[in-house]
């Protein structure tokens, strides 16, 4: 997703929850009790650890979930196979570009139906990628060298390239993730990895992408202007509340979601649990007492008083025009893919949505986080949903039936 550099997301993302996960907390410390109202089946949460793969983890979780919700059957599948199969097309795209186009380990929501309808899919048991002697992904050298590879590909010195140039890239994944298997059996069947996807009863067709923003016209697909939307795809645009009325709808039939947000916003406490928008600290509503506090403090420590969060509290009013600010001005940015899988409620009757995160266990909620509906509202970039979710009426107003 969101990238400082094309090299710098995976180290900000994992790196991020890495120190955020490191110190398991109490969850009655925190000020917030969650009641889980609707919960949809997920399969376990896994870790992205150090990589930037937030997309493809989101996504496979969200297919395996789709299958357990058609078949009742669970299956672990691997990210890294869809991993692979994007690397090999970014190079292609941006050889083509002559440089000019993202190539990076951030992907979109699209990306993982993408990859299921062009080359199928592969059990994680028979394609882990992990061929490099580490116990989890650790992608930093390989990004590096990949990037590398592509700059040489690509510079303007280059008029000519070798026909070695692909096979020389693809070596570089075999040497880290292994060489894809041809065919494979599972189950005691065989299979390829196209003949394995179409084994299974999920039809990509029935999945949509969907996204509210003004700079275009709601009801039509545009192209979402985010580097890792790389393959240019489409999104249905419709306005805020619509799109959370999508969300709601899926959750309450049942239904899982891609959703892929920002999380920069100081009320992003992953190791504590909750993600809120509170309302800044202003000092002209502050007695006496506080003000003498407040003025004492240096300006680190006003913004981090600013921001201090001890249970639910008044939030920020969102409006689509707040939500289009947000995205023209930087301020709201491509992060994080993550997965919806319920509804929940604070002990004031606040309203959460539960998101299942690929960042290990090894925090409060063993893996999962509860997003406020405020927050899920101003910084919400797109979600994946299967179009069966979408209801009647929007999903008229998008020509989907």
């Known amino acids: 997703m969101k990238k400082i550099t094309l090299l710098a997301l995976a180290a900000l993302t994992a790196s991020a929850a890495q120190a955020q996960k490191a110190e398991p907390v109490n969850p009655d410390s925190t000020g917030f009790k969650f009641t889980d109202v609707k919960i ?26 789709e299958l357990l919700r058609k ?23 941006y050889r083509r570009m002559g440089g000019n186009a993202t190539f990076a380990q951030g992907g979109s929501i699209l990306d993982v139906p ?19 002697g580490e116990p ?93 939307n790389w393959l ?6 419709v306005p805020m509340m619509e799109m959370k009325q999508i969300v709601d709808n899926a959750l309450e039939k049942g239904y899982p979601v891609v959703w892929a947000a920002d999380v920069s916003e100081p009320g992003f ?21 506080e003000l003498s506090r407040w003025v004492k403090l240096s300006d680190k420590e006003r913004e981090a008083e600013k921001y201090q969060i001890d249970g639910p509290c008044k939030e920020q009013k969102v409006t689509q025009e707040s939500r289009q600010a947000g995205f023209d001005n930087l301020e709201t940015t491509d992060d994080h893919g993550m997965e919806l899988v319920g509804i929940a409620t604070d002990q004031n009757g606040n309203r959460y949505y539960k998101v299942k995160n690929s960042w290990d266990t090894n925090q409060v909620y063993d893996g999962f986080f509860y997003v406020s509906e405020p927050y899920f509202l101003a910084k919400t970039l797109s979600i994946l949903v299967n179009k069966e979710a979408i209801p009647a009426s929007i999903a008229k107003k998008l020509s989907l039936k």
């Open 269 to 289: 406490q992953w190791a504590k649990g909750y993600c809120v928008l509170p309302e800044a600290k202003d000092a002209k509503d502050m007695d006496g007492t």
């Open 71 to 93: 078949t009742g059957k669970e299956y672990d599948l691997s990210e890294m196979f869809t991993v692979y199969k994007c690397y090999q097309d970014k190079a292609d795209k």
């Open 114 to 132: 993408y990859v299921w309808e062009t080359y199928g899919a592969i059990p994680e048991q028979v394609y882990a990628g992990l061929e490099y």
């Open 232 to 237: 240019w795809g489409d999104y249905n645009n």
């Open 136 to 228: 989890k992904h650790d992608h930093y050298e390989m990004a590096d060298v990949l990037i590398a590879y592509m700059d040489a590909m690509t510079s303007s010195k280059r008029k000519k390239l070798s026909p070695a140039w692909k096979t020389g890239f693809n070596g570089i994944l075999d040497a880290y993730f292994g060489k894809v298997p041809e065919k494979f059996k599972f189950e005691g069947k065989e299979y390829t990895p196209q003949s394995f996807a179409k084994s299974l009863p999920l039809d990509m067709n029935d999945y949509v992408a969907v996204t509210s923003f003004t700079h275009h016209p709601f009801y039509q697909p545009f192209k979402l202007e985010v580097a890792d």
């Open 40 to 65: 949809i089946p997920t399969t376990p949460v896994k870790d992205q650890n150090k990589s930037g793969t937030c997309w493809c983890f989101a996504g496979t979780s969200f297919f395996e979930d």
